[in-house]
């Protein structure tokens, strides 16, 4: 028996999981990353878009528990069969969410769970995570958007399912404040608090690490150069590896206190040492129009 290969073959895409966790705007992502989108297609009804082009088309399939036939070990036998038939290139995407962050969610837009009508939302949630279990067990990626932004997701659905991963891998180096939460999406995060805080001279306190004093400050530190140092020659050495192995997108996040000076300095340094070793990243810096607080900075050091 002759294979078919990816390329011919329909891409499928099942996107399913909790509702409030982020079904509909992966949806809407995939939808301008080229792919044709459908969401609660009725289950009986698949069987009549699958299988029926040949030419490489991508379509993605959203359901969820309102979705009219909605049984997972229906769902998950007919998935096998496709496999074993070759047909088609199939994948199933389960997007999750803490039960805490889902009633928030439902809790701020007034909305009534499908499964808790007239209910508290916590059941709905409860007996919705029991119903999807077997669905989720069985998905090839889990994505947990539990601390994310709707960029955060949009960003990680398009890293996973683009169409056509950009020739050169795209670097990204970002700072943050740990006291305003860690990126989520970040594959690399560097703790830069162990240095001497700018915030706690009144000379530096307003400026950040884009200006020059606050960075002479931090290169006054002892041990700044040292572990510099060590973090530029880890990067230089993964990067290339991560491109080996087909990775279209690297996020390298520092992170200080309040994201405004240790952070900011390190992350346009090592953007400029990844420059000179033949990357071209963006840089990018979260907290830095925050507001400089001591509550957020913590107490200075004698």
């Given at each position: 028996?002759?294979?078919?290969?990816?390329?011919?073959?329909?891409?499928?895409?099942?996107?399913?999981?909790?509702?409030?966790?982020?079904?509909?705007?992966?949806?809407?992502?995939?939808?301008?990353?080229?792919?044709?989108?459908?969401?609660?297609?009725?289950?009986?009804?698949?069987?009549?878009?699958?299988?029926?082009?040949?030419?490489?088309?991508?379509?993605?399939?959203?359901?969820?528990?309102?979705?009219?036939?909605?049984?997972?070990?229906?769902?998950?036998?007919?998935?096998?069969?496709?496999?074993?038939?070759?047909?088609?290139?199939?994948?199933?995407?389960?997007?999750d969410s803490s039960g805490h962050e889902l009633e928030r969610r439902f809790n701020e837009t007034r909305r009534r769970h499908f499964l808790a009508q007239d209910f508290p939302v916590a059941s709905g949630i409860a007996a919705e995570r029991e119903l999807l279990a077997p669905l989720r067990r069985w998905a090839d990626v889990l994505i947990d958007t539990s601390d994310f932004t709707t960029n955060d997701l949009k960003q990680t659905i398009r890293e996973q399912f683009s169409r056509t991963a950009p020739q050169d891998m795209t670097v990204t180096v970002s700072s943050f404040g740990f006291a305003r939460g860690k990126p989520p999406t970040a594959d690399l995060v560097f703790d830069m608090r162990f240095l001497d805080n700018p915030h706690w001279q009144k000379d530096l306190r307003e400026q950040t690490g884009l200006d020059a004093p606050v960075g002479e400050f931090i290169e006054k530190s002892a041990i700044f150069a040292s572990t510099f140092d060590k973090i530029s020659a880890l990067l230089l050495e993964l990067l290339p590896r991560y491109a080996d192995q087909g990775k279209a997108y690297v996020n390298i996040a520092f992170g200080c206190t309040g994201g405004r000076h240790r952070s900011v300095y390190t992350a346009e340094k090592m953007a400029q040492v990844l420059r000179d070793g033949g990357f071209s990243p963006t840089v990018l810096h979260r907290n830095l129009g925050s507001r400089a607080a001591e509550l957020v900075e913590g107490t200075e050091l004698k």
């Open positions: 028996m002759v294979s078919k290969t990816t390329n011919t073959r329909q891409r499928i895409l099942l996107v399913t999981g909790m509702l409030g966790a982020g079904k509909t705007t992966a949806l809407r992502e995939l939808e301008d990353l080229g792919w044709e989108a459908i969401d609660n297609f009725p289950i009986r009804l698949l069987k009549r878009l699958v299988g029926r082009e040949k030419d490489g088309y991508s379509l993605a399939i959203g359901f969820d528990c309102r979705t009219r036939g909605f049984v997972p070990a229906k769902i998950i036998e007919q998935v096998k069969a496709w496999v074993e038939d070759g047909d088609v290139a199939i994948t199933t995407l389960f997007l």
